[in-house]
Structure formats: C-alpha cells, structure tokens
C-alpha cells in the first residue's frame, strides 16, 4: 500500500521559505519509471501543478513558479522536499504531494495534504 | 495557472445523467496526451477517478465513466447519488509548459 504524508510549517511570514517533506512508503524513488510531484491548492479554488522530480533526479517546474521553487529527494530516506522562496499571501494553500505511478501521467494516490498560510 | 477549462458548477437530481466538459488545447489533450479525473470530496484529498481518459480504478463505480475528442474530455455520471457531491478535476500534461497542468474544476451539485 502505497502512502504519503506531507509535513512543515502551517504558518510562514511573506518573504521568507517555506520548506515542505513529502514521507512516503509503498514505493521506492529508485524504481525506474517512479515519480513524485506536488500540487497545490487555494482555499477555494483550483489545483495548481507546482513540481515533479523523478526516479532518475529529473526534476520539472511549473513555468510559472521555477524561479521561486525547487525540488529535492532523499532516496535512502523515502521522501522528497519543496523548497519555495519569497512567500506571500498569494501562496497561502494546501499543499500535496502525491505519486505518478511508473510509466503513467496521473497522481494515485495523494497525500493529504497540509495548509500553509502566508501572513505575517 | 489552471490551462484545462471546465463549467464552474453542474447539478442534477438523483437518478440523472451529468457531464462535465474539460476543454484543452492543441499542446495539450489535442496533442494526444491522456486526460485523467479526480474527486474531490470536501475536506478531503483529491482521489483518481479516471485514468487514461476512461478507465476506472479499482473501486470507482460503473457510473462514472470518461472520454477524450480532439482537444476536449468529458465526464459522465450515470444515475447521480447524493454521494456524488463533490469537486471534480481532470488533468492532463502540457508540452509547451513541461509540465501537468489542471482543468479549472467542477462542483456537482445533487439537487
């Protein structure tokens, strides 16, 4: 059975970093065709795609945030970490991280998530 | 950024048939990539759904089914529950962003 449990702090001021761990179990980073990627989400609103780090230390970025993120994993440790710069308010939301299973474009399953709040 | 369009909200009484539109583009679902759908019921993560435009995972009921045309997908419950009441998403993968980008999402509405 496959878990993920995201972990860090539920309340950042704007401008500083906000670091997220992604702990998993079930799976391991170190099979070929495995991913772990994390979303976010607003409150009230749409999921947003924020980065994807894969098997082989391939890692992507929404466009739109690479600048301000980045994405780490620690294989021997099972989990993965989000780092996003310069906070603000606008960042508050809850924040995923969910599995791509090997070789497939979808998240299954995901995290249950943690709220961060930007506000100082 | 959410660049897959859906209707904002979509209701129907117990028993009948809803649909909900996931509209993409040409680097997109028209690119022939997947489009795949999650639940969202409130307060909770988001669950898969559909996968690879129509196939349902293990314990996702028959009523629930999918379907991807050109640069659209849509979703299809048939026979509405009051369970049903939820967020629902579809996801695909951009090329000209490198990345997975989210429909706008939908909120189903038992009436």
């Given amino acids: 059975q496959i878990t993920l449990k995201e972990s860090g702090p539920t309340l950042v001021k704007p401008t500083q970093t906000l670091t997220l761990t992604c702990t998993f179990s079930g799976f391991s980073l170190n099979t070929s065709g495995v991913g772990v990627g994390w979303i976010r989400q607003p409150p009230g609103k749409a999921l947003e795609w924020l980065a994807h780090i894969y098997w082989d230390d391939d890692k992507r970025y929404s466009p739109s945030l690479k600048n301000r993120i980045s994405i780490t994993k620690d294989t021997s440790k099972n989990l993965v970490v989000l780092t996003m710069t310069n906070m603000d308010p606008e960042d508050t939301a809850t924040y995923y991280c969910a599995n791509r299973p090997v070789g497939k474009n979808w998240f299954d399953p995901w995290g249950q998530g943690t709220l961060v709040t930007v506000s100082s | ?111």
């Fill in chain 2, 1 to 111: 950024q959410s660049v897959l369009t859906q209707p904002p909200s979509v209701s129907g009484a117990p028993g009948q048939r809803v649909t909900i539109s996931c509209t993409g583009s040409s680097s997109s679902i028209g690119a022939g990539y997947d489009v795949h759908w999650y639940q969202q019921l409130p307060g909770t993560a988001p669950k898969l759904l559909i996968s690879g435009n129509s196939n349902r995972p293990s314990g996702v009921p028959d009523r629930f089914s999918g379907s991807r045309s050109g640069t659209s997908a849509s979703l299809t419950i048939t026979g509405l529950q009051a369970e049903d009441e939820a967020d629902y998403y579809c996801q695909s993968y951009d090329t000209m962003l490198s990345g997975y980008v989210f429909g706008t999402g939908t909120t189903i509405t038992v009436l």
